[in-house]
Protein backbone atom coordinates (compact mmCIF):
# COMPACT_ATOMS: atom_id res chain seq x y z
CA UNK A 1 0.00 0.00 0.00
CA UNK A 2 1.03 3.36 -1.12
CA UNK A 3 1.15 6.55 1.56
CA UNK A 4 -1.22 9.46 0.20
CA UNK A 5 -4.35 11.51 0.54
CA UNK A 6 -7.88 9.54 1.40
CA UNK A 7 -10.61 10.97 -0.73
CA UNK A 8 -12.94 10.92 2.16
CA UNK A 9 -11.48 11.75 5.53
CA UNK A 10 -8.45 13.89 3.47
CA UNK A 11 -5.55 12.48 5.62
CA UNK A 12 -2.42 11.32 4.66
CA UNK A 13 -2.71 7.66 5.20
CA UNK A 14 -1.69 4.08 3.56
CA UNK A 15 -4.52 3.82 0.33
CA UNK A 16 -5.91 0.39 -0.31
CA UNK A 17 -4.41 -1.30 -3.04
CA UNK A 18 -8.63 -2.49 -3.86
CA UNK A 19 -12.06 -0.20 -3.00
CA UNK A 20 -14.74 -1.33 -4.60
CA UNK A 21 -16.94 1.75 -5.94
CA UNK A 22 -19.62 -0.25 -6.39
CA UNK A 23 -19.92 -2.34 -2.77
CA UNK A 24 -18.78 -6.31 -3.92
CA UNK A 25 -21.69 -7.09 -1.87
CA UNK A 26 -24.27 -5.52 -3.81
CA UNK A 27 -23.45 -8.20 -6.69
CA UNK A 28 -23.52 -11.55 -4.54
CA UNK A 29 -26.71 -12.24 -6.31
CA UNK A 30 -24.87 -12.17 -9.88
CA UNK A 31 -21.50 -13.60 -9.04
CA UNK A 32 -20.66 -17.12 -9.97
CA UNK A 33 -18.91 -19.80 -8.29
CA UNK A 34 -15.71 -18.09 -9.44
CA UNK A 35 -16.84 -14.53 -8.06
CA UNK A 36 -17.14 -13.72 -11.61
CA UNK A 37 -20.14 -11.11 -12.30
CA UNK A 38 -22.40 -11.72 -14.51
CA UNK A 39 -23.88 -9.34 -17.08
CA UNK A 40 -25.96 -8.92 -19.76
CA UNK A 41 -24.61 -7.54 -23.38
CA UNK A 42 -26.02 -4.29 -25.52
CA UNK A 43 -26.79 -7.18 -28.49
CA UNK A 44 -28.62 -9.63 -25.80
CA UNK A 45 -30.96 -6.93 -24.74
CA UNK A 46 -31.56 -5.90 -28.19
CA UNK A 47 -32.09 -9.22 -29.27
CA UNK A 48 -34.01 -10.72 -26.41
CA UNK A 49 -31.97 -13.42 -25.73
CA UNK A 50 -31.49 -14.41 -21.95
CA UNK A 51 -28.18 -15.85 -22.34
CA UNK A 52 -25.72 -13.72 -19.37
CA UNK A 53 -22.04 -14.30 -19.26
CA UNK A 54 -19.30 -12.93 -17.60
CA UNK A 55 -17.98 -10.08 -17.68
CA UNK A 56 -16.02 -9.10 -15.04
CA UNK A 57 -15.55 -9.13 -11.50
CA UNK A 58 -16.75 -5.98 -10.22
CA UNK A 59 -15.34 -2.25 -10.65
CA UNK A 60 -13.15 -1.12 -8.28
CA UNK A 61 -9.83 1.73 -7.63
CA UNK A 62 -6.83 1.64 -5.73
CA UNK A 63 -5.23 4.50 -3.99
CA UNK A 64 -7.96 6.62 -3.23
CA UNK A 65 -9.29 5.64 0.61
CA UNK A 66 -8.07 4.84 3.59
CA UNK A 67 -8.81 1.15 5.26
CA UNK A 68 -10.56 3.04 8.16
CA UNK A 69 -12.93 5.07 5.68
CA UNK A 70 -13.10 2.16 3.38
CA UNK A 71 -13.75 -0.82 5.53
CA UNK A 72 -15.72 0.99 8.23
CA UNK A 73 -17.43 4.36 7.25
CA UNK A 74 -18.36 3.03 3.96
CA UNK A 75 -18.26 -1.05 4.83
CA UNK A 76 -20.77 -0.12 7.35
CA UNK A 77 -22.87 1.97 4.77
CA UNK A 78 -22.49 -0.95 2.25
CA UNK A 79 -23.46 -3.77 4.94
CA UNK A 80 -27.32 -1.82 5.86
CA UNK A 81 -27.86 -1.11 2.07
CA UNK A 82 -26.96 -5.04 1.41
CA UNK A 83 -29.51 -5.80 4.41
CA UNK A 84 -32.08 -3.41 2.68
CA UNK A 85 -32.06 -5.05 -0.45
CA UNK A 86 -31.36 -8.84 0.26
CA UNK A 87 -33.34 -8.76 3.66
CA UNK A 88 -30.41 -9.85 6.06
CA UNK A 89 -31.92 -8.41 9.10
CA UNK A 90 -31.50 -10.68 11.83
CA UNK A 91 -35.08 -10.13 13.79
CA UNK A 92 -38.73 -8.82 11.86
CA UNK A 93 -39.22 -5.49 13.74
CA UNK A 94 -35.70 -4.52 11.97
CA UNK A 95 -36.87 -5.50 8.71
CA UNK A 96 -38.15 -3.13 6.36
CA UNK A 97 -42.06 -3.42 5.96
CA UNK A 98 -42.50 -3.64 1.93
CA UNK A 99 -45.61 -3.52 0.16
CA UNK A 100 -46.93 -3.53 -3.57
CA UNK A 101 -49.61 -0.78 -4.69
CA UNK A 102 -51.43 -0.73 -7.87
CA UNK A 103 -53.06 2.92 -8.20
CA UNK A 104 -56.43 3.54 -10.72
CA UNK A 105 -54.19 4.98 -13.08
CA UNK A 106 -52.42 1.44 -13.62
CA UNK A 107 -49.38 2.12 -12.12
CA UNK A 108 -47.79 -0.14 -9.80
CA UNK A 109 -44.99 0.32 -7.32
CA UNK A 110 -43.65 -1.01 -4.08
CA UNK A 111 -43.52 0.87 -0.86
CA UNK A 112 -40.69 0.16 1.60
CA UNK A 113 -40.98 1.37 5.39
CA UNK A 114 -38.97 0.71 8.47
CA UNK A 115 -35.78 1.74 6.38
CA UNK A 116 -32.81 3.78 8.41
CA UNK A 117 -32.84 7.54 6.21
CA UNK A 118 -29.47 8.37 7.37
CA UNK A 119 -28.06 5.47 6.23
CA UNK A 120 -29.83 3.95 3.41
CA UNK A 121 -29.57 7.53 1.83
CA UNK A 122 -25.78 7.75 2.44
CA UNK A 123 -24.89 4.30 1.27
CA UNK A 124 -26.61 5.23 -2.10
CA UNK A 125 -24.82 8.27 -2.07
CA UNK A 126 -21.41 7.07 -1.23
CA UNK A 127 -22.03 5.08 -4.63
CA UNK A 128 -22.21 8.12 -6.82
CA UNK A 129 -19.56 9.96 -4.78
CA UNK A 130 -17.07 6.90 -5.17
CA UNK A 131 -17.90 6.72 -9.03
CA UNK A 132 -17.12 10.44 -9.38
CA UNK A 133 -13.75 9.97 -7.58
CA UNK A 134 -13.01 7.00 -9.79
CA UNK A 135 -10.91 7.12 -12.17
CA UNK A 136 -11.95 3.55 -13.85
CA UNK A 137 -13.78 4.01 -17.85
CA UNK A 138 -16.82 2.27 -16.35
CA UNK A 139 -17.63 5.44 -14.74
CA UNK A 140 -16.37 7.88 -16.89
CA UNK A 141 -19.77 9.86 -17.62
CA UNK A 142 -19.85 10.63 -13.83
CA UNK A 143 -18.18 14.03 -12.78
CA UNK A 144 -19.91 15.95 -9.66
CA UNK A 145 -17.44 18.84 -9.99
CA UNK A 146 -18.49 20.96 -6.72
CA UNK A 147 -20.74 18.66 -5.81
CA UNK A 148 -17.80 16.00 -4.98
CA UNK A 149 -16.83 18.12 -2.60
CA UNK A 150 -20.55 18.66 -0.67
CA UNK A 151 -20.98 14.40 -0.94
CA UNK A 152 -17.58 14.06 0.64
CA UNK A 153 -18.33 16.09 3.80
CA UNK A 154 -21.90 14.07 3.84
CA UNK A 155 -20.58 11.37 4.09
CA UNK A 156 -17.49 11.99 6.56
CA UNK A 157 -19.94 13.67 8.54
CA UNK A 158 -22.76 10.78 8.50
CA UNK A 159 -25.04 13.65 7.43
CA UNK A 160 -28.11 12.53 4.85
CA UNK A 161 -29.36 15.97 4.14
CA UNK A 162 -33.07 16.53 3.35
CA UNK A 163 -35.10 14.93 0.98
CA UNK A 164 -34.49 17.70 -1.85
CA UNK A 165 -30.93 17.16 -1.12
CA UNK A 166 -29.64 15.08 -3.89
CA UNK A 167 -33.11 12.91 -3.98
CA UNK A 168 -32.46 9.80 -5.55
CA UNK A 169 -35.35 7.69 -7.07
CA UNK A 170 -35.69 3.59 -7.75
CA UNK A 171 -37.08 1.85 -10.74
CA UNK A 172 -37.61 -2.17 -11.50
CA UNK A 173 -38.10 -3.80 -14.79
CA UNK A 174 -40.80 -6.45 -14.26
CA UNK A 175 -40.88 -8.24 -17.89
CA UNK A 176 -40.82 -12.11 -17.57
CA UNK A 177 -37.99 -12.13 -20.25
CA UNK A 178 -35.77 -10.66 -18.80
CA UNK A 179 -33.06 -11.91 -16.41
CA UNK A 180 -33.18 -9.04 -13.92
CA UNK A 181 -30.38 -10.22 -12.01
CA UNK A 182 -27.89 -10.00 -15.20
CA UNK A 183 -29.00 -6.27 -15.85
CA UNK A 184 -26.01 -4.23 -14.99
CA UNK A 185 -24.23 -1.01 -17.14
CA UNK A 186 -21.84 1.96 -16.78
CA UNK A 187 -23.85 4.85 -15.42
CA UNK A 188 -24.77 7.28 -17.71
CA UNK A 189 -25.80 11.03 -17.35
CA UNK A 190 -28.80 12.98 -18.17
CA UNK A 191 -31.51 15.73 -17.62
CA UNK A 192 -34.16 14.66 -15.23
CA UNK A 193 -36.70 17.95 -14.84
CA UNK A 194 -34.25 20.12 -16.49
CA UNK A 195 -31.73 19.24 -14.00
CA UNK A 196 -28.43 16.96 -13.99
CA UNK A 197 -28.67 13.38 -13.22
CA UNK A 198 -26.90 10.27 -13.70
CA UNK A 199 -28.68 6.59 -14.03
CA UNK A 200 -27.14 3.58 -12.07
CA UNK A 201 -28.01 0.07 -13.41
CA UNK A 202 -27.09 -2.40 -10.69
CA UNK A 203 -29.04 -5.88 -10.23
CA UNK A 204 -31.58 -5.16 -12.47
CA UNK A 205 -32.60 -1.74 -10.27
CA UNK A 206 -32.03 1.58 -11.81
CA UNK A 207 -31.39 4.37 -9.70
CA UNK A 208 -31.57 7.71 -10.59
CA UNK A 209 -29.36 10.69 -8.60
CA UNK A 210 -30.44 13.74 -9.07
CA UNK A 211 -27.47 16.22 -8.67
CA UNK A 212 -29.33 19.31 -7.08
CA UNK A 213 -30.37 20.85 -3.92
CA UNK A 214 -33.32 22.30 -5.01
CA UNK A 215 -37.25 21.89 -5.28
CA UNK A 216 -38.57 19.02 -7.11
CA UNK A 217 -41.97 18.51 -7.84
CA UNK A 218 -43.72 17.72 -4.19
CA UNK A 219 -45.09 14.36 -6.03
CA UNK A 220 -41.69 13.35 -7.00
CA UNK A 221 -40.10 13.63 -3.73
CA UNK A 222 -42.77 11.60 -2.34
CA UNK A 223 -41.27 8.39 -4.14
CA UNK A 224 -37.37 9.37 -3.21
CA UNK A 225 -35.45 8.14 -0.27
CA UNK A 226 -36.86 10.14 2.40
CA UNK A 227 -37.41 11.30 6.26
CA UNK A 228 -40.05 9.27 6.76
CA UNK A 229 -37.68 6.08 6.35
CA UNK A 230 -39.44 5.21 3.76
CA UNK A 231 -38.71 4.97 -0.19
CA UNK A 232 -41.11 3.53 -2.98
CA UNK A 233 -39.69 1.83 -6.56
CA UNK A 234 -41.63 2.29 -9.29
CA UNK A 235 -42.17 -1.07 -11.78
CA UNK A 236 -41.88 -0.18 -15.22
CA UNK A 237 -44.88 -1.15 -17.36
CA UNK A 238 -44.81 -4.91 -18.09
CA UNK A 239 -44.26 -5.35 -21.78
CA UNK A 240 -42.38 -2.02 -21.98
CA UNK A 241 -39.39 -2.80 -19.98
CA UNK A 242 -36.74 -3.55 -22.64
CA UNK A 243 -37.86 -0.25 -24.34
CA UNK A 244 -37.12 1.70 -21.05
CA UNK A 245 -33.65 -0.37 -20.37
CA UNK A 246 -32.47 0.35 -24.04
CA UNK A 247 -33.32 4.25 -23.81
CA UNK A 248 -32.08 4.40 -20.32
CA UNK A 249 -28.85 2.84 -21.32
CA UNK A 250 -28.70 4.37 -24.53
CA UNK A 251 -28.60 1.21 -26.53
CA UNK A 252 -29.88 1.85 -30.04
Known amino acids: MKIGKCKLC ?9 SHVIPNSFFR ?20 IEKPKKIFTGEFDKGILCSECDNNVLGGLDKYGHKVFYAGFASKKSSPEIRNVH ?20 FLLSILWRASISSRPFFKEVSLGPYEEILRKMLFEQNPGKNNEFPILIYMPHDKELNLKSINGPPRKFEFQNQSAYLFTINGFFFI ?11 ILE ?10 IFHLPEGKSRDYILRFLNIK
Open 10 to 18: NQERELLNK
Open 29 to 48: AVMDENNSLIQTSNLELRSG
Open 103 to 122: NPQGSVYTIIKNVDYRKFKL
Open 209 to 219: YVVSVEKLDPS
Open 223 to 232: FTVNTKNEFR
